[in-house]
């Protein structure tokens, strides 16, 4: 038997929705700050929010999906960092790290010996169709929810928290999703917000 999912969009057009409540057996991925949330899997392909995520301990406990995660023994974590040129912005040090640089830091992510982090392919697409992408094909889904998902025009439920100080939403991403729905057209996929969490739209629907 087959489950449904349900992916988190960043828009507050979910704001007060009750996720859980509404679809009580189905399966949440969250995106980027949604692991202030009670998501099931949280998926991740920004460098600063993997580092701002794994330092609130979150990762121990709870399924991760964050992309290129490869800790590298702290012998070398050093002079790997120190060779971006870069200003370096670290957590604790333990034995190990992930490295990884942006246009303007590097992040050096002192890793434990246990988490919960599952390293996947670099894809450029964003986190929610990463997420999207990650449940479709996993196979265990016959229905995914996109939920808060608002477009160009919407505004963050996270805005002014960290990790979203430069945030905004890119035209393309709607293209992302589409095209990934069109590879799997057994899958029915729906979008929901606040306006509509009782009427459902097919995949060719935007919202």
Request: aromatic share 12%.
């Amino acid at each position: 038997m087959k489950k449904t999912a349900i992916i988190l969009g960043n828009g507050d057009s979910r704001k007060d929705i009750d996720y859980r409540k509404l679809w009580p057996d189905a399966v949440v991925y969250g995106c980027n700050g949604a692991y202030r949330e009670d998501v099931d899997r949280l998926v991740c392909v920004d460098v600063y929010m993997q580092h701002l995520i794994y330092e609130s301990g979150y990762c121990i406990h709870n399924w991760c999906y964050f992309n290129q995660w490869d800790p590298l023994p702290k012998e070398v974590v050093k002079p790997i960092a120190q060779s971006f040129g870069l200003p370096i912005i670290a957590n604790t040090g333990t034995n190990k790290a992930c490295v990884r640089g942006t246009d303007k830091f590097v992040y050096v992510t002192w890793v434990e010996d246990y988490d919960e982090i599952r390293s996947i392919p670099d894809i450029e697409i964003s986190s929610g169709s990463r997420a999207l992408l990650l449940a479709a094909e996993s196979g265990e889904y016959d229905k995914i929810i996109l939920l808060g998902f608002d477009g160009i025009t919407g505004s963050n439920i996270y805005i002014n928290t960290s990790g979203y100080e430069n945030s905004e939403p890119r035209s393309h991403w709607e293209q992302e999703r589409k095209n990934i729905m069109d590879r799997f057209p057994d899958i029915e996929f729906t979008y929901e917000n606040n306006n509509n969490a009782s009427k459902t739209k097919t995949k060719s629907g935007t919202n």
